[in-house]
């Protein structure tokens, strides 16, 4: 496992050894970012159109070079992660419809992979907002968390095995915020997946969600304290989604200028053999300037019985069996070029999971990854 320490000890230590004034200057964001984004995401813009005010041209870029090194095996890879885009409308003032597609360009086929956002949303009122069509569906800290705006390279594997990772489903919701609570509320389809709006064959879930920032009571930027309770009907069709019949996911968000702090606990009932599971996540990180932050995140998961949960995507290369215990550690580096529009992200991984069972699912290993993260 030389190697990749190795790689990752001196990818840190180039993003540290920045120059100070570097570190202590605050720039102003380039105006080149703006003039370069406005002109690829800005198509039309006239708010005295009655019929279409907006649209916005949309997506995520996203490229990962991994390398994985642990006792069950290496693995070696450089990959476009994400590539995704669409259009958002703003029509009639008050009505956005949105729409984006995954395409792999790495593969003739298949080249397209599914429809991402397919909605319509009322959204006259920001304290209730009406949503209908294929949409994210956002529970759990890192779940509720676009991709585009990971502190860390991707999700940890708390969300890995607990959110629904698809992400996109078919529903109706509600949401909005009247400070300093936010709310939502859904009713989607969970029934067989397919590359679009899936079957509706099967039965339905429902997501409650409720949040309070009491930032201001304690003197920071925000502070949110966000339950999450999701209940789905049990049934073997369900492949939009994960066989949990209940999830509960209590999560922290404390914003800073210089630092922040996030953290997540969550417990799943799980249904037709799908083992119950409970997770912990925690992540500090440090503004060091403008452009620069370093995070830490600890994982933790246990399920209550063999072959309960399951590796992240790259660490599963080496071992593709299920374990009943996991912990992780992570140390990373964000180098944010225009925000969370254009940064580069890298990160090292030690994890370990154990396999009471001794079927093939017990990994021990550091993986490093690096990577770029465009999104419009």
Not at 87 to 106: C, D, G, I, K, S
Not at 279 to 307: C, D, H
Request: aromatic fraction near 14%; avoid cysteine; charged fraction near 20%.
């Amino acid at each position: 496992m030389t190697f990749a320490r190795w790689a990752a000890a001196v990818t840190l230590l180039a993003l540290t050894s920045l120059p100070v004034s570097a570190q202590n200057a605050d720039p102003k964001p380039p105006s080149t970012y703006d003039r370069v984004w406005s002109k690829l995401t800005d198509w039309y813009n006239d708010k005295s159109n009655p019929v279409v005010q907006r649209v916005l041209f949309t997506g995520r870029f996203q490229h990962d070079l991994t390398m994985v090194e642990a006792d069950q095996g290496d693995w070696r890879e450089s990959n476009i992660r994400r590539v995704r885009f669409g259009t958002r409308v703003t029509m009639f003032q008050n009505y956005l419809v949105h729409a984006e597609m995954e395409v792999n360009p790495q593969e003739r086929n298949p080249f397209y992979m599914r429809i991402t956002d397919a909605y319509v949303a009322w959204q006259k009122n920001p304290k209730s907002v009406v949503m209908v069509g294929k949409q994210s569906i956002p529970f759990t800290q890192e779940g509720a968390t676009s991709s585009r705006e990971l502190v860390t390279i991707d999700r940890s594997n708390l969300a890995n095995n607990i959110w629904f990772t698809q992400e996109y489903m078919p529903g109706v919701s509600v949401s909005g915020r009247v400070a300093p609570w936010n709310y939502r509320a859904g009713v989607y389809s969970a029934g067989s997946m397919n590359r679009e709006f899936g079957r509706f064959d099967a039965s339905v879930f429902t997501l409650a969600v409720l949040g309070y920032d009491f930032g201001k009571k304690i003197g920071v930027r925000e502070a949110v304290v966000t339950g999450n309770y999701l209940y789905q009907h049990p049934d073997a069709l369900n492949t939009f989604t994960k066989k949990f019949e209940h999830i509960g996911s209590v999560n922290f968000r404390l914003e800073q200028p210089r630092w922040g702090f996030r953290s997540d606990l969550s417990k799943t009932k799980g249904y037709l053999g799908q083992r119950d599971v409970l997770g912990v996540m925690a992540m500090p990180y440090v503004n060091a300037t403008r452009k620069l932050q370093f995070v830490l995140r600890y994982t933790f998961l246990r399920s209550n019985g063999n072959n309960g949960l399951s590796l992240a995507s790259y660490e599963n290369k080496t071992t593709r069996g299920n374990g009943d215990r996991y912990s992780e550690g992570y140390a990373g580096a964000n180098y944010l070029l225009y925000g969370h529009r254009l940064k580069l992200q890298t990160g090292v991984q030690f994890a370990d999971m154990r396999d009471r069972a001794n079927d093939g699912g017990a990994y021990s290993g550091v993986s490093w990854t690096t990577g770029l993260r465009v999104g419009w």
